[in-house]
Structure formats: C-alpha cells, structure tokens
C-alpha cells in the first residue's frame, strides 16, 4: 500500500507519523513546503520517512489511496491539481470540511480521471485519536475503501453510498460545534469586561450541570487561537451547507467571522509567537480573554 497525503499540515503529520509507524509507504505535497514556513514540514518528513513531492502530480502519482487533507477552501482545487496523475482505480479520500455541494465537484473531477473518489466527514478533533479520529465514508466507492481503512487503523464507518450525506451531517454538526466556540468566546469575553464571568459561569452550571465550564472554556479559546483561520474557512463551506438547504446561514456565517477575526489575532501576535511553547496554552481562559480586551480597547 502505498499512500499519498496531500495537506502536511497537523493533521497530515498525524496521519503520517501512524502509517509510518506500520511501515506503510507515505509521500507527500503541500504547499507550504516551498515557502520559508516549509522547513518545519520538510524536518518532520525526514524524522519519520515520508517523501516529498515537488508538486500534487509527483507526490499522487502511481499511489494507491490519496488523502486530502487542506483548508475547506481548497478541497476542490486540490482533485483538480490531483485528478490528472491519479493512477486507474486509486482511491481519493476527501478528508475536508466542504459542503456537499464542493464534495460533488470534487468527486466529479476524480471519477472522470479513472480514480475512485470517496468522501470523509471527520467528525471531531483529530489529535486526541489520531488515526481512529471517528469518520464517516460515502459515496459509491464507500464500501470498498472501508476495508481498507479498517486494515491501516482507521476508524471509519459508511453513512451512505449517495455523496453529500456524509459531509452533510459533518457541516451540520458544524454549526453547533464552531458556534458553541464562538460564543463561549464573545460571551465570556464581554462577560469579563463586565466583571460578571464567575455569575454568568454559575448560571452555565446550573443548566448545564454536566458541563465543566471552565475547562472547556479554557479549551475553546486555545483551538480557536491555534485553528481559528482553518475553522472560520470550515464555517464558510458550512454556511455555504446551510444555504443549500433553502436557509439563510447567520448562525455559521457569523462563527466564521468570529473565527477569522480570533485568528487575525492570533497572526498579529496578540497570543504569543505561533511555535512557540507558551502560545495558545493557557490553563485560565482569562488570560485570553484579558488579552483580546487590551486588544479592543486601544
């Protein structure tokens, strides 16, 4: 088995670090490689033993099973950078957070190259379960990727062999999550400058008694401070979902916005040097949100 990954970035790495952990054949492309932010990457690939290519073509060709891997907004141009080096029958994995209607156009492009595209919804975050992040597979090819997966440690399982439905329940479930992110943060935040946090937090508590709030508060801040330009780009093909179904999207358009804004921020320093070892790692939510009012303050 021979695997292409295309998007080296953490979930890429994860990816990789797994498969070649079996001794599974990796290369890869991303565009990041041929920038000064590239090195990083290029250091990984080496420590664990997976090819580089010098662009999509050279990394996909004659591979088995392609995984695409990148921000929501480039899912389509990554089957259409990929679809004339697939080799007749290889498997394309869509592994991004695109709309059903992107996955279309996606798995249009493949299909007509010989490939066997197959759509994955991953269905929460990947670090915590690495390889066996839960995945849901569709599309025709569906049931025939899935043994495969199973076989290289995936945990995947078919929600339908029609495309969309997959990806569907992962936008869907999108608007819930990333809007939970987003309001956790502009709540809190404001709550903060108000002096009301430990009241508003004890209110949470009681209706919510499951709930560590404090916890998870500290958790939302560090993904969106980390993740938050990937996310809002997700919360764009979600809202993009949502438009499809006939509905006006202000609930996943404004998390986008929340999103992008968080890692505006976050690239303008305001949380610490990206890399470094502090960034992003506050146990006390406070000290995010203290740091995002100095910001809006001036």
């Known amino acids: 088995m021979n695997i292409a990954l295309i998007g080296y970035g953490e979930v890429g790495r994860i990816l990789a670090e797994d498969l070649r952990a079996q001794e599974v054949a990796v290369s890869t492309y991303d565009l990041k490689l041929d920038t000064d932010h590239g090195q990083p990457l290029r250091e990984h690939a080496a420590r664990h033993g997976v090819t580089l290519g010098a662009a999509h073509a050279q990394a996909v060709h004659g591979v088995d099973l392609i995984v695409s891997a990148v921000t929501a907004s480039q899912a389509v141009a990554v089957a259409q950078a990929c679809a004339p080096a697939i080799r007749h029958g290889a498997f394309f994995l869509d592994f991004n957070s695109a709309s059903p209607g992107a996955k279309s156009r996606a798995a249009e492009l493949i299909d007509a190259a010989g490939g066997r595209y197959v759509e994955g919804a991953v269905m929460t ?18 049931c025939a990727l899935e043994p495969v997966l199973a076989g290289l440690g995936f945990k995947a399982r078919i929600a339908s062999e029609k495309l969309g439905v997959a990806s569907a329940t992962k936008m869907c479930r999108s608007v819930m999550i990333k809007g939970l992110e987003a309001m956790v943060i502009e709540s809190f935040t404001a ?3 108000y002096g009301v946090e430990d009241a508003v937090i004890a209110s949470l508590v009681e209706t919510f008694p499951g709930v560590d709030w404090e916890s998870q508060a500290a958790f939302f801040f560090q993904r969106a401070i980390e993740h938050g330009r990937r996310r809002s780009e997700e919360m764009r093909e979600v809202a993009q979902t949502v438009r499809e179904a006939g509905l006006a999207p202000w609930s996943a358009s404004g998390t986008a916005e929340r999103q992008a804004w968080v890692a ?3 690239d303008g320093g305001l949380f610490g040097e990206r890399g470094h070892p502090e960034f992003a790692r506050s146990a006390d939510w406070r000290t995010e949100a203290d740091r995002i009012l100095g910001q809006v303050r001036r």
């Open 125 to 142: 975050s990947v670090p915590p379960y690495r390889i066996q992040v839960p995945l849901l597979l569709g599309g025709p090819h569906a």
């Open 191 to 193: 709550a903060r400058h």
């Open 264 to 266: 505006d921020l976050a």
